[in-house]
């Protein structure tokens, strides 16, 4: 299962391979939990562990390796994040993407040896979403053949960008490139921000930390200004836009091109959430089937939790929905290589399709991935609420998922605008220039569901009423909006009057996709035990997800009252079928204690000592009397006893 999950044998057997080394390398463990951390001291920790890594990786990994390197990064380092997170995920990219051969072999050499820590600089105090409405400008001044950047107001300062504030030295930043008084929209500009040898900030640089967040906090998200600060021309990334000395510019072949570090996020994070949930539920699964509360039968013992069907039903939709979102992941990782192979020659005609995608998907899985941890958290009890199990940290890493790389509202309505496009041919009979992903919407279906009338029918029936509520949804939407606009209302009104209806149909569209991902994968399983155990996953995920989503499916007809029993009963039987492997499925993840850092999900299951010993490292029992009371609390109560 563990290969299903990785991709193939060698990747499972890698992970394990790399996992024993690290157990064996206590230098590479945290000194102690990260719970009892000030913000300072993690931060210090993540930064001892990254500068040992950065000497030894080649013993443990291979660096070229991206998943070998995210797994490495997820062991030892943790989700909290580390003082270079950003310079993988996104530095690195946005200049193997927009950085031209020339500038590449200038600067990306020294970033791979870690010579220069980098990040992505895009997002202001006063602008995120729209990135038009960006204030930092970049005006070049044609007689020094330079970029000056500066930040005009409060509301221009850069603000959120990862490990901005103390740890980058450089930066690709994100402006308004202005020449001869023209603007040409945002940029991305490499951008050196302080001394190489003292790491103080160059003058006409104001930067910093933009202070503690709701989790996520060993990544010093940061502000940064600037005051006419000067760049060299060549400093504008130009594999696809080019200014010449003179001030010519040559545009680039798509538009949107440089948006591609936003793509390459949205590709990558999916598997990423994919793995915060399977380890919130892989705790949660683990305990309860520790944890006896309560008797089911009143003559037999305590039972474990997880023999009660209200906690099947609270985690095992998750279970499925994280091995979907995993198989999902994987796919569009495939699409994002290759997309971005042809862009960097030249051909851009897949890009929207890609940013489509990535958009719908990135706001379905963030969204259903928090839902689940949360479940997954409240499956604990109380425990459940200590830092001890984790998962409290976990929800708030992949919650900010919802928000980082475009708020999940704003990236459904860039997938429905690829909707209504698709709708726009539906409706005028040029279903033929349907993309593949959206071919379904030129597909005339059945009058009514099958689900529960053809014998042996497999998944096929259930991707059928996918189909159809995705495509009625969108057709529903797509009219509405049409003929607001038919009746004079001005298209971004008509656009903001649709927009609920709107993402619904990029919810359902996107639902779909996770769906059909799911059956491909199963479809390719040859060995027949991981097949039946995914099966019946696969069973629970089509009927749980269809149940979430019928009343879209019941209000024309196309489910009855009856195939909604059926498909609810589907759901109970298969909750009790998966129940025997509840504990296999997410332990074939194969996390290990160091990763999971979670006193509740250990392997070995030793819940209550432990969480004994823990209590007592806390600090704050170092001592029996802690000042709080012999200031405060003591004297309060020696006064009112007088
Ligand atoms: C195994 C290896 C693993 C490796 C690890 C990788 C990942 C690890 C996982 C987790 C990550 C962990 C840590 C990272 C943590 C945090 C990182 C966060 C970093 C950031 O948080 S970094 C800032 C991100 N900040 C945004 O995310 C801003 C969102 N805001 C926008 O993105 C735009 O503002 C938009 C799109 C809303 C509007 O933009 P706009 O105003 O310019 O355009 P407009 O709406 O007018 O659209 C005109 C036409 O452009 C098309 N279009 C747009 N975008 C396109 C694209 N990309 N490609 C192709 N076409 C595109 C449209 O589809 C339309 O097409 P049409 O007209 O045909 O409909
Ligand atoms: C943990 C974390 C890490 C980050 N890392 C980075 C980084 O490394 N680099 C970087 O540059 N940035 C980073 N960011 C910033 C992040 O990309 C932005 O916060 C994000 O893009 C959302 O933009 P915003 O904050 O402007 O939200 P807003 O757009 O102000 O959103 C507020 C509300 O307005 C709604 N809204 C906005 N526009 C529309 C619209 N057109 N239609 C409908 N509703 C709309 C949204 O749906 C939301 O409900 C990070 C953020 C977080 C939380």
Not at 356 to 379: N, P
Request: glycine share 6%.
């Amino acid at each position: 299962m563990a290969a299903q999950i990785w991709g193939s044998e060698k990747r499972a057997r890698r992970r394990r391979e790399i996992s024993a080394k690290i157990a064996q390398m206590p230098e590479l463990h945290d000194s102690k939990p990260l719970p009892f951390m000030t913000r300072e001291e993690k931060i210090m920790e993540s930064a001892r562990k990254l500068t040992i890594l950065t000497e030894k990786m080649g013993q443990i990994i291979d660096p070229t390796d991206p998943a070998e390197l995210y797994h490495l990064n997820n062991e030892v380092l943790g989700l909290e994040g580390n003082p270079m997170a950003l310079h993988g995920v996104m530095f690195i990219p946005a200049l193997s993407a927009q950085a031209s051969d020339e500038q590449q072999a200038k600067w990306l050499p020294r970033a791979l040896r870690r010579e220069i820590i980098g990040t992505y600089a895009q997002t202001e105090l006063g602008h995120g979403t729209n990135l038009q409405n960006l204030e930092t400008t970049a005006t070049y001044d044609l007689a020094t053949q330079e970029f000056v950047l500066h930040t005009p107001q409060i509301t221009a300062l850069k603000w959120w960008p990862g490990n901005l504030g103390k740890s980058s030295n450089y930066a690709v930043v994100v402006a308004h490139m202005i020449i001869k008084a023209k603007n040409y929209g945002p940029h991305p500009f490499m951008v050196q921000l302080r001394d190489e040898k003292t790491h103080e900030p160059l003058p006409g640089i104001t930067i910093g930390d933009i202070g503690p967040k709701m989790a996520y906090n060993i990544v010093d998200n940061g502000f940064l200004g600037f005051n006419k600060y000067r760049i060299p021309r060549t400093n504008l990334l130009m594999r696809h836009t080019k200014v010449e000395a003179d001030g010519t510019y040559i545009k680039p072949p798509h538009a949107k091109i440089n948006y591609s570090a936003m793509v390459h996020v949205r590709a990558y994070m999916l598997t990423g959430q994919a793995i915060m949930l399977a380890s919130a539920l892989n705790i949660a699964t683990r305990y309860s089937s520790v944890r006896r509360q309560g008797q089911i039968d009143k003559s037999q013992p305590e039972v474990k939790v997880l023999e009660y069907q209200t906690q099947q039903h609270r985690l095992f939709p998750s279970i499925a929905r994280a091995y979907a979102f995993q198989f999902a992941g994987a796919e569009t990782v495939k699409l994002y290589e290759h997309v971005l192979k042809e862009m960097k020659s030249g051909n851009v005609s897949l890009m929207a399709d890609l940013h489509a995608l990535t958009s719908g998907l990135k706001s379905v899985v963030t969204y259903q991935t928090g839902e689940g941890i949360e479940q997954a958290r409240m499956a604990c009890g109380g425990h459940g609420y200590s830092m001890a199990s984790y998962i409290s940290e976990i929800y708030g890493v992949a919650i900010g998922g919802c928000t980082y790389e475009g708020e999940n509202m704003v990236m459904l309505l860039q997938l429905a605008r690829y909707l209504v496009k698709s709708a726009a041919l539906v409706k005028s009979g040029q279903s033929s220039k349907l993309g593949p992903l959206v071919a379904y919407l030129g597909v005339k279906s059945e009058p009514t569901s099958l689900i529960d009338r053809i014998p042996n029918s497999g998944f096929t029936e259930y991707v059928k009423t996918f189909q159809h509520v995705s495509k009625r949804q969108t057709l529903k939407a797509a009219d509405m909006f049409f003929g607001l606009m038919e009746k004079g209302e001005k298209r971004e009104i008509a656009w903001n009057k649709c927009s609920v209806e709107l993402n619904r149909a990029s919810r359902l569209h996107t639902r779909l996709f996770i769906v059909e991902a799911f059956v491909r994968r199963v479809n390719e399983i040859a060995d027949i035990r991981i097949k039946e155990a995914l099966t019946d996953l696969l069973h629970l995920h089509v009927n749980y997800e269809l149940l979430d989503i019928a009343s879209y499916a019941l209000e024309d007809g196309f489910l009855s009252a009856s195939q909604l029993d059926y498909i609810r009963d589907q759901v109970y039987l298969y909750l009790g079928k998966i129940r025997p492997n509840a504990v296999s499925l997410l332990d074939s993840w194969e996390f290990s204690d160091i990763e999971l850092r979670s006193v509740l999900g250990r392997r070995d299951g030793n819940v209550y000592e432990n969480l004994f010993k823990w209590a007592k490292s806390s600090p704050l029992n170092k001592t029996d009397v802690l000042s709080s009371v012999t200031q405060y609390l003591k004297p309060m109560m020696e006064k009112a006893r007088l």
